[in-house]
């Protein structure tokens, strides 16, 4: 089955500074990745998606980058809030199931 | 846009409690909807697929007898966690995937605390 990895588990980051992070999947039936912010306690929200016949997509500051041949997507924060602090996932959905990533702790500093 | 409704947002019980958490989407109609679950700090796992008028597909590791999901109808399905012992404690999350679309986001709910005592 599908596996998602995603590095790293933690992340830094002083205000306006950049912030990317990295995930692999190994289902080559893969073909759409999404990409979550979670907040203490409440529900997974969509920022960002892309789908296996796009190579990048940007929604202002976010942009993700998917590279189907390696396997790798990748999501790219610019210009960093403290309001962007947050647990963000990485998911790849073969056949419908949203297999997710290990998750990433963003911590932006004012 | 797609809502979905989970019920409830938590629950505090004593151990061997049987618990249902109802999952409803409210403007759409869902034949596919997925139960998760997440340990504190850690990430989402998929526990089971639930189809409209279907048996439910569990994931490996998951009991079903110990986790029953019904989806009787196109908005509404339904975990019922069994005689819930501590270690079942855990946030448990619902999202729904509208009609029979694929790569589509997956609409998730506001998710329920459990707590076993």
């Known amino acids: 089955g599908e596996n998602v990895e995603q590095h790293p588990s933690t992340l830094s980051v002083q205000e306006g500074d950049s912030a990317v992070i990295k995930c692999t999947y190994s289902d080559s039936a893969s073909n759409y990745f999404p990409w979550y912010k979670q907040e203490l306690g409440k529900r997974p929200q969509l920022i960002i998606d892309i789908r296996s016949n796009v190579g990048e997509k940007k929604d202002q500051r976010i942009a993700v980058t998917l590279n189907k041949t390696a396997k790798h997507f990748s999501l790219h924060i610019t210009e960093t809030q403290p309001e962007d602090s947050a647990v963000y996932f990485c998911a790849a959905q073969p056949n419908d199931k949203l297999i997710f990533g290990t998750g990433t702790r963003l911590q932006v500093f004012p | 846009g797609a809502v979905v409704s989970q019920h409830p947002s938590r629950v505090i019980c004593k151990s061997g409690t049987s618990v249902k958490i109802e999952c409803r989407s409210l403007d759409f109609q869902a034949t596919t909807m997925f139960w998760y679950r997440q340990f504190p700090k850690q990430s989402l796992m998929l526990m089971a697929t639930?189809?409209?008028?279907?048996?439910?597909?569990?994931e490996q590791g998951v009991e079903k007898d110990k986790f029953l999901i019904n989806h009787a109808s196109l908005t509404l399905s339904t975990l019922t966690v069994t005689s819930a012992h501590p270690e079942d404690s855990s946030f448990y999350i619902c999202?729904?995937?509208?009609?029979?679309?694929?790569?589509?986001?997956?609409?998730f709910g506001d998710g329920t605390r459990l707590s076993i005592l």
């Open positions: 639930s189809n409209e008028g279907s048996k439910a597909t569990y």
């Open positions: 999202s729904a995937l509208p009609g029979s679309s694929s790569n589509q986001p997956q609409h």
